[in-house]
Structure formats: structure tokens, C-alpha cells
């Protein structure tokens, strides 16, 4: 059979289709329809080469194959175009989406880290109610909270140091009578054990008294009530005076005194009160807790091309026990006028005893 073209495709050349076919004839029709235009299709009459009733040959102009459905535009461009506008959608839509998103985090973020004059963070605006809205929310929750411990904070702190300021005050009256009377009456005429038992009992009241006046510092120095005067001194010099008023302690319990100053003045800015307060807490300490090595050492070594201090004992080290170890407040106090000075300290303790290296990080003024 012969298909013949519509009237628009009256200029094409079509291929003659005979009505008798022989083999040669077939294999050369396949061959020229190949790459020409019409398409040519042959398929078997039957669609079985065993059915033996011949094949059919039907050819299809190009302009129809790529006119299809879409308007002049081919199936393949119009995959595209519709690929293209879906995935372009999509991502205007999750740019919008995790930008807002990402506006609330940094919100978040920026309350978390930027805290007011009491150093505590502020509350946020919450917005929608969604898994973001109910973090802000859990975050401003966790803010007042966190106020609310910041004000019982301050309130207890503020109740304990009147009622150490007021303790201290109050006891330091009846421990001055206490002593003045013991001091009375170790004029009387009395037996070696009751002049044994006053002396330990004044020992103890001393030390009470001590306990109370480091408390009563401690207390003025972490509230922030005293104010150190910084000025440049010759720390040596401080040094050697502090040693001359302890050097009759030291003798009086027996102790090796071995004082190594170098002639060359060490200045560093300090406050000349509170810098002989750091070393009178120091030398108590050897005498109250290192007494059995009957060791004091005072002498200045380079550490780190910087003089520094030296302190020394020969005790059994801090961490041994001892029958006048308490809270720890004298070494409190030394940290506490080492940081308002600007000065650094390094307690090296073993066994056979405890030294005590005192420098300025700020080099030699």
C-alpha cells in the first residue's frame, strides 16, 4: 500500500511503495528510510513474522512528530521548563522558610549572649507558637528563673556579711576582757598546771581573735569595701621590717631563720598595708602549721627572667594534718590581695615542706 501526505506536505518526497515486494526491494527500503524524512515504520502484519501475511509500511511526517501536544515546543523542552519552575519554586520557597527561621535563631542567640549591667541576659519576644516559639519561651522561663536566684543570691549575701561583720564586732569585746583577766591572774600564786592550763588558754583566745579578724577581712575584701592604695614600693624592704617584727615569734619557738635578700631593691606597685597583712598571714601559717620543721626561709630567686619572693618552711605540707587546720581563711585572704595587687603566687608543697613564690606578671617597675 502507498500512504500519501495531507496537503501541507505536498512538497515532500515520499518513497514509492510497490504493491509486490521482494527481499531485495525491503532490505533496500530500510536502508534509504533510515535517515529521510518522512519516518518510515514497518512492522509485520499480525505482529508475528510466523503469521506469513506480509508487513506494512507507514511513514509520518517529521513536523507532526515535533509538533505533538505543546503548542510547537517538544515534550523534552517542556520537561524541562515544568523541572526547572518546580525545583526553582521550591527553592525560593525553603530560602524564605529557613530564613525567617534562621532570623529567630540569631534573635535567640544574640538574648543568649549579650547580658545587662547585672551581667544576666533579657527576655525575648516570642512569636509563632511552633518548636522555635516554645524554645524562646522555655528560654525566657529559664531567664527569670535565673533573676529570681540572682536577687535570693544577693539578699543571702548581703544578710551573711552583716551577720559576720556584726559577730565579729560583737565577740571581740568579751575575748579582750577574757585575755585581760587570764592576764591577771597569772600574777596570782599558782600551781605550774594552772599556769600551764592559762597559757593554752590564752593561746586559744589569741587564735579566736585571729579567726575573727581574718573573717572580718575576708568579708570586707570579697564585698568591696576596701579600697587598696597601689603605690610603687620597695617590697624588699617591707620584707626585711615584716621579718624583724616576727623574728622574736620565730625565736621564741626555736626556729632556723634564714633570711637571703638581695641587696638590689625590688619595686612593684602594691598597697603597702595589705602587702604586710599577705605576709603576716604567711609567717602565722609556718608558725601554726609548720612548727616541727623549726625551718623559716625568706629569699628572692629568678623564675621565668622574673625576681620573685620565696617563702619557705620545712613542715610536713599542707596537706598533712594539724591541730590548728580550719577553714583556710589566712590563704584565703593572701589570694584575694594577690588578685586586687595584680600579684600571682604558686604554693609548692610535698612532704618535706611548703614554699611560698610570690612575683609580679607585669614584669619589674
Known sequence: MILTPDEG????????????????????????????????????????????????????????????????????????????????????????????????????????????????????????????????????????????????????EELRKRLVSNLSHDLRTPLTVIRSHIHVMTKEDLTSKGKQSLQLMDERIADLSVLIENLLSYNLLNSGRVTLKLERKDVLRLLRESAAAWYPVWEKE????????????????????????????????????????????????????QRAIIIADHGRGIQSPSDYKGAGLGLSIVDLLMKHMELEWVMESTGEGTSIVIFDPRREI
Open 254 to 305: 626555736g626556729f632556723d631563720i634564714d633570711i637571703n635578700l638581695e641587696a638590689e631593691p625590688l619595686f612593684w606597685r602594691v598597697d603597702e598595708v595589705w602587702f604586710r597583712r599577705i605576709l603576716d598571714n604567711l609567717y602565722q601559717n609556718i608558725v601554726r602549721h609548720a612548727s616541727s620543721g623549726h625551718y623559716v626561709g625568706i629569699s628572692t630567686e629568678q623564675r621565668n627572667e
Open 9 to 156: 506536505d505536498k512538497d515532500k518526497i515520499y518513497h514509492e511503495v510497490p504493491d509486490q515486494w521482494t527481499a531485495a526491494e525491503a532490505i533496500s527500503f530500510m536502508k534509504e528510510s533510515t535517515n529521510r524524512d518522512p519516518l518510515a515504520i514497518v512492522a509485520f502484519v499480525g505482529d508475528k513474522v510466523e503469521a506469513d501475511k506480509g508487513f506494512m509500511v507507514m511513514q509520518i511526517p517529521s513536523k507532526l512528530l515535533n509538533k505533538g501536544a505543546y503548542g510547537g515546543l517538544g515534550a523534552w523542552a517542556w520537561y524541562n521548563f515544568v523541572l526547572f519552575t518546580l525545583f526553582g519554586g521550591f527553592a525560593l520557597v525553603s530560602w524564605m522558610f529557613f530564613r525567617k527561621i534562621r532570623k529567630r535563631l540569631l534573635q535567640l542567640q544574640t538574648a543568649m549572649t549579650i547580658t545587662g549591667p547585672d551581667r544576666m541576659p533579657k527576655s525575648i519576644v516570642t512569636g509563632k507558637l511552633d518548636e522555635i516559639g516554645r524554645l524562646e519561651e522555655a528560654f525566657n522561663t529559664m531567664v527569670t528563673k535565673l533573676d529570681e536566684s540572682r536577687r535570693r543570691e544577693i539578699e543571702e
